[in-house]
């Protein structure tokens, strides 16, 4: 039993050294400003075009599905308040960051496994940079911060996905109506809560990225094998933060 | 062989080195002084990198003891091995250059990141050129690595390892992957970089021809040629390290290596020789 345990514990315990590492290391020097702009660029502006139509649509076909319901009990005028509750607590972030999980986290993973296994990162060793305030900080600081970003414009594309839907489409309501409604429902713990989840993710899903890229053993198959493990690892954990931090806020 | 004058530049004191159940290294000890050249032979998964990495802290290890310029650095914090590698070149088994980064950029690396070497960027510029002049790649400055050869990346990688001048020169197996042709142009620049630098140089490989040029041939530096060395006393400074599964089964010079009568030192040498 505890030879089975063994591994995992081993895992989980070297991935709080490296988050310990890495969040000290924010808050010191050196700060390689060129590495965090290229990361934020590659994130946040490469991750847009998926975001968006990710949360336009995910807006888009919950004002779809909603209709039928709400049809039924004769409240198609709350169609703006649910789209937009549901996307800024829940969709908007989870999805998001699955997207920013595919996309970056496995890039990560390949591309700091790459370094690993072609001896870039003892060659950054011995010539004197930190590979952790080189290579993981910036990645985890463009993150935290683009994260966020990306939820924002995932939340408002999807409210105007669910606008066409519900408006255009359907004539479920008045645009003033669901406008009115999507704005009027959100209270600030709905944008508190939506605006912390992706800062959380983002956290979890770089130092994922970088700690299964950092650990990388056995060649191009390792590369292979340590991306499929971060993206992997990285959607469980989101899935499960969404749940943790959903449960805190639900009972505040 | 050894001038006993001479200070050791590092020397290894039973050190052994365990991954997980495997047991990588097992007491090995050597020592290497200042102007020596050490060569390390051994068959793929002797533990030959590993003693390399262990030499600049980049791996752990288990017990023992590893005196670097006469500091016991067995249990130095990472953070306080930055300036201890400032002193020590090498040479990793692919080149290790930096993918993302052009020639230039990657020699220049090491001076640009580690604070003691730090240069204003004309004087920078100077021996960067330098450096890959000396491994004539003078002309490679805006290239990247995925645009040069196998043997190429090998010698900007050397020419990286001498731009900081270190007194330690450390090259993880140079001529692995190379054709005949290139890996003597290799050893010849590990030759001139001995000669010239006057560094003491420490060189892992798997192949015997590598360890007799080292110690057979000097750098003429009229011609700019290598030359056969006529006469023991240079001869001596080369000294000979043979790794069987992580244990060190012999260490001497190459008279003792080739009058060795261990059975895997006498095939190791043998099939060398027959090769």
Redesign the interface.
């Known amino acids: 039993m505890l030879e089975i345990l063994k591994a995992p514990v081993f895992t989980f315990q070297e991935f709080i050294v490296l988050a310990g590492r890495t969040i000290r290391g924010v808050f010191r020097k050196p700060y390689y400003w060129d590495d965090l702009f290229v990361q934020m660029d590659l994130i946040g502006i490469g991750s847009l075009p998926v975001v968006l139509l990710t949360g336009f649509f995910s807006g888009a076909v919950m004002a779809l599905q909603m209709s039928r319901a709400l049809q039924t009990y004769g409240a198609t005028s709350q169609v703006g308040q649910i789209v937009a509750i549901t996307l800024v607590r829940e969709m908007g972030p989870v999805l998001t960051a699955l997207m920013v999980a595919g996309r970056n986290a496995s890039g990560m993973a390949s591309e700091l496994g790459s370094m690993k296994v072609t001896e870039q990162i003892d060659a950054m060793r011995a010539l004197g940079t930190d590979p952790v305030m080189k290579l993981v900080k910036p990645r985890v600081i463009a993150t935290g911060v683009v994260l966020p970003l990306l939820t924002i414009l995932a939340d408002f594309v999807g409210i105007v996905g669910g606008w066409l839907v519900a408006c255009v489409l359907l004539s479920l309501t008045t645009s003033a109506q669901y406008w009115s409604n999507s704005w009027r429902a959100l209270e600030y713990n709905d944008i508190a809560q939506g605006l912390l989840k992706p800062f959380v993710f983002a956290l979890v899903l770089s130092l994922v990225g970088c700690y299964y890229g950092m650990r990388t053993t056995g060649g191009t198959q390792g590369v292979g094998r340590s991306t499929t493990q971060a993206v992997v690892v990285a959607s469980v954990w989101v899935v499960v933060l969404t749940f943790i931090i959903g449960r805190i806020f639900v009972s505040m | 062989m050894n001038d006993a004058s001479a200070p050791v530049v590092l020397a290894f004191e039973n050190v052994s080195v365990r991954f997980g159940d495997d047991e990588v290294l097992r007491n090995v000890s050597f020592a290497l002084q200042r102007g020596e050249s050490m060569v390390v032979l051994g068959a793929a998964g002797s533990g030959k990198t590993v003693l390399l ?1 262990c030499a ?1 802290g ?1 791996l752990p290890i288990t017990s023992g003891r590893i005196l670097l310029f006469g500091e016991d650095v067995s249990r130095l914090d ?2 306080d ?2 300036e201890r ?2 002193h ?1 070149g ?1 040479l ?3 080149g ?4 993302s980064l052009t020639i230039e950029e990657n020699v220049a ?2 001076l640009r ?3 003691r ?1 730090a240069c204003p960027e004309d004087e920078l510029m100077r021996r960067v050129e330098e450096s890959l002049n000396f491994v004539e790649l003078g002309h490679t400055l805006d290239k990247f690595p995925s645009e040069l050869s196998g043997g190429m990346r090998r010698r900007v990688g050397i020419a ?1 390892a001498i731009v900081t001048q270190p007194d330690l020169l450390l090259y993880d197996s140079p001529t692995a992957g190379l054709d005949p042709i290139t890996a003597n142009t290799i050893i010849a620049l590990v030759i001139k970089g001995r000669d010239v630098r006057h560094a003491t140089t420490f060189m892992v490989t798997h192949r015997y021809q590598d360890g007799q040029m080292l110690s057979g041939y000097r750098h003429d530096p009229a011609s700019g040629l290598l030359v056969p060395v006529n006469g023991a006393r240079h001869t001596a400074r080369t000294h000979y390290l043979v790794l069987r599964d992580g244990a060190a089964v012999f260490d001497g010079s190459q008279e003792e290596l080739e009058a060795s009568a261990d059975p895997y030192v006498r095939r190791f040498v043998r099939r060398e020789e027959s090769a």
């Open positions: 990495k600049l980049l990472e953070q091995w930055y590698r400032s020590v090498v990793f088994q692919e290790g250059l930096f993918d690396y090491p990141n580690q604070p070497l990286r």
